[in-house]
């Protein structure tokens, strides 16, 4: 969702919720307030209404009522958590702002409760409980203080530039401002409670600059291992989406092993075959540079330069920063590398090569660029072929015809 229709349908919610008397019990949470305060665009819109003080009115009411007031197709699912998802389905228009396609979610205030078994389904990622709570006990089960600031939609009528902003526990405000990442509870609870938290302080202070405390890091480290209680697909996403696909992907990876957190992803690659293979195929559009650091870490994964060895991948390394100033060199080189651009076909016939040994031209054109890089400029094919021609004896015509046709 981009920020003009977020403030659009803030305005819708405002002037909806003051008409069925919610206003001053239904909030906008966690990241919009975060962004708007912090000069950055609010993407997303984490709605909550307080049912307790409503007497009932939850969040599932609330979009039914929406639902009567949108003028335009919708559909609405409420969740195992109580979060009601409503879609709009048609064109509908806020001001300027089309909304077809947009998703509202709604939330009721709640408190959490997570197994102590860890072997339960919920343990780590999901909680085993959750019952309806007043928006202070709401707010301190989120995972960092500047998380918990929030808007009443009650003051939204104009847009955020007008509305208060609400620091119901006294922290979020001031380590926003000093771009403190902490916890509204102990810590350990917090990344105990849901791991994936542990992730998400990497993603926070590699997109916007924030410092991770003495407590919250000795936390982090102490808690590390609680990332293996967790679905791997939920951790690929983060990691991928939010980490390595972020603004400072490389810085993020410093960040993985400073806290601990490296070494148990590498753990989790190892023991889940599923989890490597998913990672592979996320990451093969991945600038070079910082795939050879996730093989530094020794994560078994597929990459587009796995089939090098460790000294290999540092004789790469020690190339690309040697033609740092060549991006045009960087991305033909490793292109040259994952797939060399040798007519293979017409060696496999010349020397007659048996299909079992053919693999034999790719590693004659790898290991020659990685020992000349400047081969690529003064004839890759050529150097191939003279190797070749050492192993393999130029064959006869019907050995070529053989070589062919795949008959030897």
Not at 98 to 110: D, F, P, Q, T, Y
Not at 235 to 259: A, M, N, Q, Y
Request: net charge neutral; hydrophobic share 40%.
């Amino acid at each position: 969702m981009k920020h003009e229709t977020s403030v659009a349908l803030m305005k819708f919610l405002s002037e909806a919720a003051r008409r069925l008397g919610v206003a001053e019990h239904t909030y906008i949470v966690g990241g919009a307030v975060r962004n708007f305060l912090i000069d950055q665009p609010i993407k997303d819109l984490d709605v909550v209404i307080d049912s307790v003080a409503l007497n009932g009115k939850d969040s599932e009411w609330f979009a039914k009522e929406l639902q009567r007031a949108i003028p335009a197709a919708t559909s609405l699912v409420t969740n195992q958590y109580g979060v009601a998802i409503l879609t709009i389905k048609d064109g509908w228009s806020v001001g300027t702002e089309n909304l077809k396609g947009e998703v509202i979610e709604i939330a009721n205030a709640r408190k959490e409760s997570y197994s102590e078994d860890p072997s339960s389904p919920g343990k780590g990622y999901k909680p085993h409980t959750v019952d309806p709570a007043t928006i202070e006990e709401d707010l301190v089960r989120r995972e960092f203080t500047f998380n918990t600031l929030l808007w009443r939609l009650l003051d939204l009528e104009h847009g955020p530039e007008r509305a208060e902003v609400l620091d119901l526990t006294g922290l979020g405000k001031k380590h926003l401002e000093d771009r403190i990442l902490s916890t509204p509870v102990d810590p350990d609870k917090t990344f105990s409670d849901d791991p994936t938290r542990m992730l998400r302080a990497i993603k926070f202070v590699a997109k916007y600059g924030f410092k991770i405390p003495p407590d919250v890091l000795a936390s982090i480290r102490r808690n590390a291992q609680k990332l293996k209680q967790m679905p791997w697909d939920a951790v690929r996403k983060i990691l991928t989406e939010d980490i390595l696909e972020g603004p400072s992907p490389r810085k993020s990876v410093e960040l993985l092993k400073h806290l601990g957190l490296a070494d148990v992803l590498k753990e989790m690659l190892h023991e889940t075959p599923g989890f490597a293979a998913a990672l592979g195929r996320s990451l093969t559009e991945s600038e070079i540079h910082l795939l050879l650091d996730l093989l530094d870490l020794g994560w078994a994964f597929k990459t587009p330069v796995s089939f090098l060895d460790r000294n290999d991948q540092l004789r790469l390394r020690e190339i690309l920063l040697g033609n740092a100033e060549d991006p045009a060199f960087e991305k033909a080189f490793v292109a040259a590398l994952v797939k060399p651009p040798v007519d293979q076909q017409r060696l496999f016939t010349e020397y007659a090569i048996p299909p079992k040994e053919r693999q034999v031209v790719t590693q004659v054109a790898r290991r020659l660029l990685i020992d000349d890089p400047t081969i690529l400029t003064k004839g890759l094919g050529d150097g191939v072929e003279a190797e070749i021609a050492k192993r393999y004896p130029r064959a006869s015509l019907p050995e070529r015809v053989a070589a062919k046709f795949s008959l030897r």
